[in-house]
C-alpha cells in the first residue's frame, strides 16, 4: 500500500510538473529609435509585428524559446529623401516563469539574443545584418493546462552599419504584443 501511494504522489508532481514542448503565434505593435539616423521618423498604425514562437517548457518555472518576429516597415526621412526601413529578427531566449494563484497567471522575463535583418529601401538603398540583445516581461494566462494567453514587451537593442556613411548606429526595437500557445 505505501508503494503504491508513493508511485501515485510520484506521478502526480511529474504531471504537475510544466514540460514539454509548445508553438505560438502573435501579433503586436512595434516602435523603431533610429539613433537619430533618421531626421523624422513618421509611425503610422501600420507598424504591426507578427511572430511565431517555438519553445519547450523545462518545468514550471523556466523555459528556452526560438522566435521569428517581421515588423512592418517604418517610414522616415534620410538626407531629405523618403526611406522605408524593415526588420525581421530570429531569436533564442530564456525565460524565467513565476507561476500564481494556483498555476492560472504566469509572470515571465525573456533573456535572449539574436540575429536582426534590415533592409531600407527608397532613395538610399541599404541592407545589413547584425547581432541583437533581446530582453522582455510579460504576464500569461492559463487556460486550461494545454492553453496560454500572453501580453509582452520586448526591447531589441542592436548597431548596424550605414554603408553610406561609414557610421555605425545603435539602434532599437520596442515591441507590445499579445500571443497564443499551444502546449503539445
Keep these: 500500500m505505501k508503494t503504491l501511494l508513493t508511485l501515485l504522489l510520484l506521478l502526480s508532481s511529474l504531471y504537475a510538473q510544466r514540460s514539454g514542448a509548445y508553438v505560438g503565434a502573435g501579433?503586436?505593435?512595434?516602435?523603431y529609435d533610429s539613433d537619430d539616423r533618421?531626421?523624422?521618423?513618421?509611425?503610422?498604425?501600420?507598424?504591426?509585428?507578427?511572430?511565431l514562437t517555438l519553445g519547450a517548457y523545462i518545468n514550471e518555472n523556466f523555459s528556452l524559446e526560438l522566435d521569428y518576429s517581421i515588423y512592418n516597415k517604418f517610414d522616415g526621412f534620410y538626407e531629405d529623401a523618403k526611406v522605408q526601413e524593415s526588420f525581421s529578427i530570429v531569436g533564442v531566449s530564456v525565460l524565467p516563469h513565476y507561476p500564481f494563484y494556483d498555476d492560472t497567471f504566469d509572470l515571465y522575463g525573456k533573456l535572449g539574443a539574436g540575429q536582426i535583418f534590415w533592409n531600407e529601401t527608397g532613395e538610399h538603398r541599404n541592407n545589413d545584418a547584425a547581432g541583437a540583445y533581446i530582453l522582455g516581461i510579460g504576464l500569461g494566462y492559463r487556460m486550461q493546462s494545454d492553453y496560454l494567453l500572453k501580453i509582452g514587451y520586448d526591447l531589441t537593442s542592436f548597431g548596424l552599419d550605414d554603408t553610406?556613411?561609414?557610421?555605425?548606429?545603435?539602434?532599437?526595437?520596442?515591441?507590445f504584443y499579445m500571443a497564443f500557445e499551444v502546449k503539445f
Design 164 to 175: 553610406l556613411e561609414n557610421k555605425n548606429y545603435e539602434m532599437r526595437l520596442d515591441l
Design 38 to 51: 533618421l531626421s523624422q521618423e513618421i509611425n503610422s498604425a501600420s507598424n504591426g509585428t507578427f511572430r
Design 27 to 31: 501579433y503586436g505593435y512595434g516602435m
